[in-house]
Every structure is written in structure tokens, then in C-alpha cells.
């Protein structure tokens, strides 16, 4: 982009370099051979033995030496490029304003494209994040876009919550892609690269002040995302209270510690220019994707009673000024400072939490595989400790589970003996009880046998008077 090229050292992971104007690979042999050295001195084997020790910073006790010819290696840049390039490129961004200040508007704009979409409306319950991806195609370079809208945002009666799904989301992300990094298989080569590398805060053009709801929102996400604050729809107001409206944002954000992104300004190629937009920040922008004719020329642009603001003129409007600095400068440092800053941050703070560290107590170097060591006698001090607290707990347990069972024994034997002496006497009762039937029982029969003899004795003397008189009367006749 303009020729810089990009500071990332080719080994480290993350967002990948920056295009410049030559795409195609450049001719080494265009390459004037290097001078020979101009005075005798030693060939340049004898320094192979000056190594870097394990301890040692890259760069320290290195010869700077000269080449004798033509090697080749200039041609780095361009493998790079050309690698790069058959990759493809990621850029994700997000869209962070109240409903109806023309954020899908703007994006089509920008990217000079209409992107598919649902209107969002002011009945949202709370603030929803939604996410499209789309696969553009510029020459011959491919750009895999990202584009993050906060819906329902600022529609609530109660905004006090309102910036904690956007922290949310982008602490989603870092995780997801930390998650990817400390896998033992990775494949960040073809991983979708999802982190926010820009966002885009749509400001109300009210003409007065910063809403306390921006101030709160961006200074929760000043440490999370590079933030680029614009006035969406500037053509509400005039140029007089536009650019006062411009210095009181600066003032506002100054006063309340948010830190917004700068252009950087390090690299000589961009500098001039990066420096000039930090000036005009926030850009006042409008979107439009309707196209008037404007002169000979088909230009887009809106269309009112009064008269027609053109967006891509910068007498009207910071549109171009945006894009520039988005797209065509700066995108590559979007992504880098979203690897180098935003993500290393969310990184360092997570290991901490993990506990790993770079130093040990007394400020010395500490390795990861010391850390770890570290954290794994921690660990299993940690389990040999829960592991006694849950041994002793499981005795005590016992123990009082024993006495527990002691205690009901005892009073099952109480309860046992007591209805073992009620049975006894309920027994004693019934045995005394039958005694006295059976004596009763002994008596009746006794009574029944003498009353049966005597029925039996009377029955015989009366047979034997009868038996007499028959035969006095036989006799008398």
C-alpha cells in the first residue's frame, strides 16, 4: 500500500504484510552485484564461529559483513508478496453506532459494492451483534471482509449495559483465536482470522457534545480495538458548527482518557500524510451509494431541495480522507496493531491468569518449560492438600457415620428388649389365662360326668319300679 512495507518479521503469525505497487516478482539479476570490500582483512568464514549465545539478544555480537557478488536473497520481499497474495487477505470491521446513522450505508460506500443486509429497527430488547462475511476480489488480490453491526444499539431506555456484548464479542474472538494458538496441532495458516481490526464509532452529528453513552462505550474498548471515531451524516449540520463540534469531541475524548488509534507516523513513506490526517480526526463522513451526474461525470452523491453533496468531494465531506487512511494506507496497521497490541494484551493478561509468568520472584528470566514445571508442583501441591482435606473429611465422615449407626444399634437393642419383656408378659398373661380356662374346662367336664351318672342312675331305678309294677299287675290278674 503506497509502496511501505510492512515492519512484521516474516516469522511471526497474524495479519500478513501490506501489497506493494509491484505484485509480480522482481528480476534478481536486475540487482547490481554488491562492491567488493575495499581494503584486505579476513574472509568472511573465520566469523561463522561467532554464534548467538542461548542468552544472548538478536543482533548482539553480530559482523556486518560485505558479499563478494550477486546472492539472491533480495528477492524475499517479493516470495512474500507473491505468497501473500495467493493467501489472501482478512480484514474485519466493526460498526458501532446508535440505529439510523447510515452505517450500512457508509460500508457499501466505502467499499463501492452493496452488501446484503436486514434494516435494523429501534424494538430491539438489547443491543445484538450481528456478523456478515463477504469475499471481495480487487485485481488479483483477494480480501476476505468482515463487517460487525451493533444492533439495537442506544435504543434502550437503560444504556447502561449497552457496551458489554461489544466487549463480549471481541473478548470472544481474542479467545478463539488463543485457543487456535495453544492447540498442539495449529492451523493458523488457514485459520479465519475473526478479531476486530477496526471499529468504526458512528457519532450523532448533534452539533454539542459526546453522548455519555460514546464516552463509556469507547473507553471500555480504546484497550480492546482500534477505535477511528467519525460524525455520520455531517451534511445535519454546517461547516462553522461542524468543526467546532470537531474540536469538542478531541477536548471531550482527551479530558476522559480514551485513547482513539493514531496513524503512525514511523514509517517515512506514510508520515507526512498520516500526520496531516491525525489532524482531522474524527472524520465527518456521508454515505451514499446513488450516483448523479454531476457535470460530465457520474458521480455518487445526495441529492436535497437546496442543492447536492458530493461524497467523494473533500470540500463536502472527510469521506475520501476515510477511505484513504482505512483502506489504502493503513489497513495492514489496523492488523498489526491488533496483533501486536490489542491481542498481546488479551494474551499476556490471560496466561497471567493461567499462571504463567516471564520472570520468577527475583526478576530473572523464567522459561516456559520452568513455568510450567512451576505450575505443575503447584497443581499437585494444590491436589495432594485437597486430596488430605478430602481423606480427613471422608474419616470424620466415617466416624460420625460409625457413631450415627452406634447410636441407632443401641436403640434398636432398647427397643428390641422392651418388646421382648412386653412379649413375655403379653405370654405370661395369655399362659395364666389359659391356665384358668383349663382348670375351668377340667371342672366343667367333671360337672358333666356326675351329672350324666346321675342321669344315668336315676334313668335304671325308674326301668326297675316300672319293670315291678308290670309284674304286680300281671300277678293280680
Known amino acids: 500500500m503506497n509502496g511501505r512495507t510492512s515492519r512484521r518479521a516474516l516469522g511471526v503469525p497474524g495479519p500478513l504484510v501490506s501489497l506493494p505497487p509491484a505484485v509480480g516478482p522482481r528480476p534478481c539479476a536486475q540487482r547490481p552485484p554488491s562492491p567488493p570490500p575495499a581494503g584486505p582483512g579476513p574472509p568472511a568464514e573465520e566469523g561463522r564461529g561467532d554464534g548467538v549465545s542461548p542468552g544472548q539478544e538478536a543482533g548482539e555480537g553480530c559482523r556486518t559483513v560485505p558479499l563478494a557478488g550477486h546472492v539472491g536473497f533480495d528477492s524475499l520481499p517479493d516470495q512474500l508478496v507473491n505468497k501473500s497474495v495467493s493467501q489472501g487477505f482478512c480484514f474485519n470491521i466493526l460498526c458501532v453506532g446508535e440505529t439510523g446513522l447510515g452505517k450500512s450505508t457508509l460500508m457499501d460506500t466505502l467499499f463501492n459494492t452493496k452488501f446484503e443486509g436486514e434494516p435494523a429497527t429501534h424494538t430491539q430488547p438489547g443491543v445484538q451483534l450481528r456478523s456478515n462475511t463477504y469475499d471481495l476480489q480487487e485485481s488479483n488480490v483477494g480480501l476476505k471482509l468482515t463487517i460487525v453491526s451493533t444492533v439495537g444499539f442506544g435504543d434502550q431506555i437503560n444504556k447502561e449495559d449497552s457496551y458489554k456484548p461489544i466487549v463480549e464479542f471481541i473478548d470472544a474472538q481474542f479467545e478463539a483465536y488463543l485457543q487456535e494458538e495453544l492447540k498442539i496441532r495449529r492451523v493458523l495458516h488457514t485459520y479465519h482470522d475473526s478479531r476486530i481490526h477496526a ?21 471500555k474498548l480504546d484497550s480492546k480495538v482500534n477505535i477511528i471515531p467519525i460524525i455520520a451524516k455531517s451534511d445535519a449540520i454546517s461547516k462553522s458548527e ?39 480526526l474524527p472524520f465527518a463522513v456521508i454515505g451514499s451509494t446513488e450516483e448523479l451526474k454531476i457535470g460530465n461525470k457520474m458521480m455518487k452523491a445526495r441529492q436535497y431541495p437546496w442543492g447536492t453533496v458530493q461524497v467523494e468531494n473533500e470540500a463536502h465531506c472527510d469521506f475520501v480522507k476515510l477511505r484513504e487512511m482505512l483502506i489504502r494506507v493503513n489497513m495492514e496497521d489496523l492488523r498489526e496493531q491488533t496483533h501486536s497490541r490489542h491481542y498481546e494484551l488479551y494474551r499476556r493478561c490471560k496466561l497471567e491468569e493461567m499462571g504463567f509468568k516471564d520472570t520468577d520472584p527475583d526478576s530473572k528470566p523464567f ?31 466415617v466416624k460420625e457415620k460409625e457413631a450415627e449407626l452406634k447410636e441407632a444399634e443401641k436403640e434398636l437393642h432398647e427397643k428390641f428388649d422392651r418388646l421382648k419383656k412386653l412379649h413375655q408378659d403379653e405370654k405370661k398373661k395369655l399362659e395364666d389365662k389359659k391356665k384358668s380356662l383349663d382348670d375351668e ?9 356326675a351329672a350324666e ?16 309294677r308290670d309284674k304286680e299287675k300281671k300277678n293280680f290278674f
Open 199 to 219: 471499529c468504526l464509532y458512528f457519532i450523532a452529528p448533534t452539533g454539542h457534545s459526546l453522548k455519555s453513552l460514546d464516552l463509556v462505550t469507547m473507553k
Open 242 to 280: 461542524l468543526t467546532k463540534f470537531k474540536i469538542k469531541i478531541t477536548s471531550e475524548l482527551v479530558s476522559n482518557g480514551v485513547q482513539i488509534y493514531q496513524f503512525p507516523t514511523d514509517d517515512e513513506s506514510v508520515a507526512e500524510i498520516n500526520g496531516t490526517m491525525n489532524a482531522h
Open 367 to 397: 522459561s516456559l518449560q520452568e513455568t510450567y514445571e512451576a505450575k505443575r508442583n503447584e497443581f499437585l501441591g494444590e491436589l495432594q492438600k485437597k486430596e488430605e482435606e478430602m481423606r480427613q473429611m471422608f474419616v470424620q465422615r
Open 441 to 449: 374346662v377340667n371342672a366343667f367336664k367333671q360337672r358333666k360326668t
Open 453 to 468: 351318672l346321675l342321669q344315668s342312675q336315676g334313668s335304671q331305678a325308674g326301668g326297675s319300679q316300672t319293670l315291678k
